[in-house]
């Protein structure tokens, strides 16, 4: 995030442990994380907490999905979907064989307007195939995107 943050991007970080924000506030700007879990994540929470309520890009990673159940899962979906803006870009990294990965997604954004636009075995855009131990899937929002120079986004530290 602060590779982000330098090249003028409005990045923010939420976290619903104390320990782990913690951690980020030990190396960067405080006015950057919040103390929140995704399940906060509608638009007058945020607007509340000082941050944008809507984002170009928000990016769940560090195996998070694989500690929601299911119905957090579809929730998750659900608010990050109403946070995009139009043609918004939702990125998620999860382990592809337990609880979260990409047949659970498949089925919450089912209940969306988010579309799957890639599926990647890695970070670095391998192919993905059914036998791939991670993956990284890239759902885009309804509309076309009008994204300034530097797209803002909210990134899921858990």
Known sequence: MNGLRARGHAAFGIDPTPEVLGVALD???????????????????????????????????????????????????????????????????????????????????GRTALGLMHRFSDWHLGQYSRDSAWSVSVYAALGESSWPETPDGIFILT
């Open 27 to 109: 190396y960067f700007d405080s006015d950057w994380f919040r103390e929140l879990g995704v399940e906060g994540l509608a638009p007058e929470r945020l607007a509340g907490l000082g941050i944008p309520d809507t984002y170009d890009v928000i990016l769940i990673t560090g195996n998070v999905p694989a500690f929601f159940s299911g119905e957090a899962l579809r929730q998750a979906f659900a608010q990050v979907s109403a946070l995009l803006k139009p043609g918004g870009i939702f990125v998620m990294g999860t382990s592809s064989h337990s609880r979260g990965g990409p047949q659970d997604q498949d089925e919450a954004v």
